[in-house]
């Protein structure tokens, strides 16, 4: 079953820091991934997406086959950047996602 | 803001009550899909309409039920309510049937006593 894995349920950096959110996940072939992210009481909002490769607030990911990895990665956290964030793939001939466990991720002035 | 919407924002009930939640999706977005977030379970997927046929079921339990209407908007009638069926409910709508970018709802906050 595809499934993906979110490893820290906390993060804690302080502003300015490098932050990485891990993701690994189970899926045989190319898999579609996503990042979203929930501020406070807001909804969820895509952050990015593999297939786009695009960098939102600065925020990238790589996605690495070898590992089944798709780490979630900023040069320098601000404290803006405190939410949840979650990693998600669609099943193989699904449209549904399954989302990780979730990161909650805070920033420390 | 992604467009959808959902009402009522909050929504507070006795065990063994109904409700309805209702979800607008994106203007000229044919799929709707209802998540569940909770505490213990995350973020999990209940069910998709697309166009208004039922498309996938995923860990939807049989007093919950849902509806896409011709208009496009969708339903997710919930009964015999129990106190483990508190939790955020999100509607997320895409454009089509395949892997397009889902975007969600700001969520309907149920609460059971």
């Known amino acids: 079953a595809q499934r993906v894995t979110q490893p820290e349920k906390l993060l804690s950096v302080f502003k300015g820091a490098p932050v990485e959110l891990k993701c690994n996940y189970s899926?045989?072939?190319?898999?579609?991934l996503f990042w979203y992210v929930q501020y406070s009481r807001q909804r969820l909002q895509l952050l990015l997406r593999?297939?786009s490769r695009e960098s939102i607030k600065g925020f990238t990911a790589d996605l690495n086959k070898g590992e089944t990895s798709f780490h979630l990665k900023k040069p320098f956290a601000q404290e803006e950047d405190s939410a949840m964030y979650y990693c998600a793939l669609p099943p193989r001939g699904a449209q549904k996602l399954v989302f990780g466990q979730g990161t909650r991720l805070t920033i420390n002035p | 803001d992604s467009g959808v919407t959902q009402t009522p924002k909050h929504l507070i009930t006795a065990t063994g009550q109904r409700v309805t939640l209702r979800c607008s999706p994106r203007s000229g977005d044919l799929s709707v899909y209802w998540y569940q977030q909770s505490l213990d379970q995350g973020l999990q997927f209940l069910i998709q309409?697309?166009?208004?046929?039922?498309?996938a079921k995923g860990n939807i339990l049989e007093r919950f039920s849902a509806q896409q209407f011709p208009d496009l908007h969708s339903e997710l009638n919930l009964s015999s309510l129990e106190l483990g069926d508190s939790a955020l409910y999100f509607c997320a709508s895409s454009a089509s049937g395949r892997t397009d970018t889902q975007y969600f709802g700001p969520g309907t906050r149920l609460t059971v006593l």
């Open positions: 593999h297939i």
């Open positions: 309409y697309y166009n208004g046929e039922e498309r």
């Open positions: 899926y045989s072939g190319s898999p579609e």
